[in-house]
């Protein structure tokens, strides 16, 4: 691992990186505590952790949406401060999609921020919602749109804009077993053939293992990285694979790790004095 | 079948103006407190027909878009500008809301002194009644932005400009039009207010001066003819309104 990010520069990197958030008049809440992680280019890595405990804190500082407290983030080298809109896009844990605009309008608001021009974006537009099986509901609003859909074009807003990194945080979240495993699969087809480093955040186990060539599992909060597991199943991973001995161990060995974490108490916000 | 909804609305003012001619015509109460619905349109005709009618509704809509105009540029401005940052919002909003409490019919008497009769003491009068609603309705709005919505847009690089044009007015759109409504109808109330106070002319003058000579038939047919306007700008702004939100309902 050392010797390898000599030569190549991790994609995303933390360093110690910490965060409290103040509450009340005079009080403090630690959220993250030393965390320290490199996710390799095109490497798709899970964050699982019980919920609270950070996850989407960490996925902020990333983007450059909340600065950290402490320690420092780099992304493809240079050191986060702020919105990098050409290399890093999110997918947040809602849709978040601007409900006057209709779907197709949606995907286009990210390229209408860059400037793209007209035709290209349109092209972009129409490519992603294809990718994200919505071909048929351009014209229709948010309001219009089941979650899961809502939700897919989220991620065809944030994919149209073709950055190397993309950060989802429980994208699928709100979803049905069914649907999140078809737009997992989804994902799995966009990214080998767009090369994209994802850092990905869920609390489903077996979402993690479907998805991740490396598992973090995060503590309680103050969150800290409490194992760093590499999934060596095969790929392209079949659904038929989450039955198979190998998945099942996993599953056993990420679940202990995660089992304490989820009955830990969690310290209270403290006062400043 | 489903019977429209206007043609009950119709319906039902047709059987109002009917009871009224009814009630009138029986005369239970004196003619000169209730005339009769059709003395009422044969005195309007007359107060048209020689072009009375005509001078005082212009200035009164003179009066009444002039106020609306500046009510909505101070109201929106002062709102956008009071809700952008958390101190003004905070040191001015509990103000504004104790002011819009104020009748501020009081101080008409002073703008009657400082403005004189014409139509300048109305359109002020006319434009401070307009600017609380539209103003507070606009803070109201940006208030009711998405906070996600603009970390979402932050993260795709956009600038607090296009924040504001692509995420916080649009947002704040519906509450705003329902502002500009109020505040056009309480425009309106002040202005004929202020006519019937003090002025030389205008619908609340001609008003003012009819029931002084006890002339019930024209007072009658003169705040039908208010009514109309009222309800003719209010249709405007439903218009708008569905326009505005047409993303939240059906195809
Ligand atoms: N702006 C904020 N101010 C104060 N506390 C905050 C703020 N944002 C998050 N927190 C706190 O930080 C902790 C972690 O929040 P975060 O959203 O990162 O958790 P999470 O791991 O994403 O949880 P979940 O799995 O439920 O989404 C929570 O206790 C939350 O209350
Ligand atoms: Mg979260």
Redesign the pocket.
Known sequence: MRGRTLLTEPAIELRNLKKS?P?GNDGT?E?VRDVSLRVGARELVSLL?P????????LAIVAGLTSPTGGEVRVNGDRVEGPRPTEITIVF?EPNLLPWRRADQNVRYGLELRGVDPKVMNGLVKKYLNLVGLQGFEKYYPSQLSGGMAQRVALARALALETSIVLL??PFGALDENTRSILGDELLRIKSFTEKTMLF?T?SIEEALHLSDRVLILSA?PARVKDDIRINLETPRTVELRWSPEFQEYKVRIWQSLKDELERDVPEPVANR | MKIPIWLGQIALLLTFLGLWEIVASIEIISPVLLPRFSQTIISISGVVASGELNYHLLITMEELLSSFLIAAVFGIGAGFLIASTKLLRETLEPILLLLFAIPIAVVYPLIAVWFGLGVESKILFGSIYGFFPIATNTIAGVRSTNKSLMKMSKSMGASSTRIFTSIIFPSATPTLITGLRSGLNLAFIGIIFGEMFASLGGLGFLINSSSQVLDSAKVFGLIGIGLLVIVIANLAFNRLEIRSSRWRGEL
């Open positions: 958030y509450v809440i959220v952790g919920s609270g405990c950070g996850k989407s804190t960490i844990q945080d429980e955040v609390h909060r």
